[in-house]
């Protein structure tokens, strides 16, 4: 992803060369792009067209590590804050507004987290799995009418010994089962980790969007916004996977998001300073420095090695991720004036970022199947845990260890169980139909009569009583033209920020159109909410100007914003018995079905 940085200063103080010199023209085509925002690299304070080794005269320090917004000083006087005070109050609400973000989102999660007592949609795969992972290290062949007895009397249902044959890694069911592990095998117990997952989520994004968009304000706005996401929020109150590799990724773009930063901090560090103070470029320094130890990439790698673990396409996220920590690399270098920055990046970035992600996170897929490795192999293991002792003796590659060799068939068994599976479903959908909602899934629907599960006596008839899995339908309308705002401040403006959004988003959207004759589901958009939300916090802090923007821009600006949000947050209540499985009116339910394809 480009940088939004602007060139460097000139050689020796030399004044940037003027537009049209003939040298330094760009192509008429390119010049026309001005119109539509454009900034092109090497464009000066004011637009003008200029080569890389102008710019501004800035601190280079302030343009690697770009300084957090404050707010005015009004502000502050009409809340009665002391000047000598505003640090500290802006180091308190760095943390007490994401807490307070998350606190409400657990509440959200939280409450009713039982309700419905039921197996829901694909928790009669993920809950019976997680159950026997914990307990024997592998999944299990479970009867096919279990579930009834699960619900009726958890405590006296035997485990198979039979293993399991199972299409997913085992890290989400470890999770699963870490909730089953302390609160029992009941919808509870199941749920737990998915609901704790969901609301450390939010905590998590309030802090990131903070970090990306430099500003507190906007970055509990994300936060909050995916508090109040009915998808995120279905997700979170259910044992599905799609939830737990949702966050392991989130983990994964916080963690290079703060090594980005670190490592800027470190190469400002090392460049000179000029006689008043400020940071300047040096080519030397920019192509040649060491960026040393970088604990976040490495932990990165871990996270996406979990997220891999937990659903495949985690593997996509690690090359998308990859790809953009070296790229932001090589932005940090020209900023710091580099000359030829993505070869500096290539001979002292690429190797290190590679090995800090891609080995680890291969290596931790491997040991996230230490419970399947483990057991025996003499047909009383994990499933195909003997393939290699009964059937891959003699082979070229008898050399390498029987588990490996087994794992290795059981992942192509798998490989080839995805790729075809084209059995039709009701609510299979399209990924073309995700951003606009095109086929949310139904996770569990029932009829009460009156006076039953909850349906109110007084009521005409039967009620509808489903937890849809779909997202807000407001913030995902929003979150359209939010996508297209930050297509284009990435592609014209060349703003880093909204390249980063962009590739997360990519990373759990774009995958999916190559299958589009595989059985998929809207829910597996869950992995790119966050970043759905940072478009639409991103785009929200453009309605309410930039800084310097007279009182009335920001006024109408700030009307705007906030009839957005508070439309939004009404959408989410008033969707909210779909979210949660509570009985309502069928004309009430009818209702909600604003299109025919919700039905």
């Not at 579930?147 to 069911?173: E, M, Q, R, W």
């Not at 988003?505 to 774009?510: H, V």
């Not at 829910?523 to 453009?542: K, S, T």
Request: proline share 8%; glycine share 10%.
């Amino acid at each position: 992803m480009t940088s939004t940085a602007t060139p460097q200063p000139s050689p020796a103080g030399a004044p940037p060369a003027p537009p049209g010199d003939g040298e330094n023209e760009p192509p008429t085509w390119l010049r026309r792009l001005r119109g539509f925002g454009y900034v092109p690299p090497g464009a000066g304070t004011a637009g003008a067209w200029s080569p890389r080794s102008a710019g501004p005269r800035a601190d280079v320090r302030s343009r690697l590590v770009p300084p957090y917004a404050q707010p005015s000083v009004a502000l502050w006087t009409a809340l009665g804050v002391p000047a000598s005070a505003t640090a500290t109050v802006l180091r308190v609400l760095a943390w007490a507004g994401p807490l307070l973000v998350a606190l409400v989102a657990g509440v959200l999660r939280f409450v009713h987290l039982g309700s419905p007592r039921a197996v829901i949609f694909d928790e009669t795969y993920y809950a019976k799995d997680a159950w026997a992972t914990i307990r024997q290290g592998y999944e299990a062949n479970w009867p096919k009418e279990i579930d009834k007895s699960i619900l009726a009397n958890p405590d006296g249902v035997v485990l198979p010994t039979d293993p399991g044959y199972v299409v997913h890694p085992p890290v989400g069911k470890w999770v699963i089962g870490l909730g089953e592990w302390m609160f029992g095998f009941d919808p509870f117990g199941w749920r737990f980790m998915t609901a704790l997952l969901g609301t450390l989520s939010v905590l998590m994004l309030c802090r990131i969007g903070r970090r990306l968009l430099r500003s507190t304000f906007l970055g509990c706005l994300a936060g909050a916004l995916m508090a109040v996401d009915g998808l995120h929020l279905v997700m979170s109150r259910n044992a599905l996977l799609d939830l737990v590799l949702m966050f392991f990724v989130l983990a994964a773009f916080g963690a290079l998001l703060i090594d980005r930063d670190k490592t800027r901090a470190r190469l400002a560090a090392a460049l000179p300073t000029d006689d008043e103070g400020r940071t300047r470029p040096d080519p030397l320094i920019a192509e040649t420095l060491r960026l040393g130890w970088r604990p976040y990439r490495l932990l990165a790698g871990v996270c996406l090695g979990l997220a891999f673990g937990t659903k495949w396409n985690g593997l996509i996220v690690l090359a998308f991720f990859g790809v953009l920590t070296v790229l932001w690399d090589a932005a940090a270098r020209r900023v710091a004036g580099a000359g030829a920055p993505y070869a500096a990046m290539l001979r002292r970035d690429a190797l290190p970022g590679f090995l800090s992600t891609v080995p680890v996170a291969v290596a931790v897929y491997v040991a996230s199947w230490t419970g399947w490795i483990l057991s025996p192999d003499n047909g009383k293991g994990g499933y195909f845990r003997d393939w290699a002792r009964t059937q891959d003796q003699g082979s070229s590659l008898s050399f390498l260890p029987e588990w490996l060799r087994s794992l290795w068939h059981y992942e192509t068994e798998v490989y080839n169980f995805h790729v075809g599976l084209t059995s039709g479903h009701t609510y299979q959908s399209n990924p073309w139909s995700w951003l606009v909602l095109g086929r949310p899934v139904s996770f569990y629907y029932e009829s009460p009569a009156p006076g039953t599960d909850g349906c109110p006596a007084t009521a005409a008839g039967k009620c509808a009583r489903e937890v849809l899995a779909m997202g807000t339908p407001l913030l995902w309308w929003a979150g359209c033209f939010a996508l297209l705002y930050v297509l284009w401040r990435w592609l014209l403006r060349r703003d880093w920020r909204a390249g980063a959004i962009v590739c997360a988003l990519a990373a759990g959207l774009l995958p999916w159109f190559n299958y589009q004759e595989r059985t998929i589901f809207y829910f597996y958009a869950v992995v790119f909410v966050p970043y759905l939300c940072l478009a639409v916090a991103m785009m929200i802090g453009a309605l309410l100007g930039p800084a310097g923007s007279s009182e009335r821009r920001r006024a109408l600006g700030a009307i705007g914003a906030g009839v957005l949000v508070l439309l939004i947050v009404w959408n989410f209540i008033y969707f909210w018995p779909l979210y949660t499985g509570q009985s309502i009116p069928m004309d009430s339910w009818r209702g909600r079905m604003w299109l025919d394809t919700w039905v």
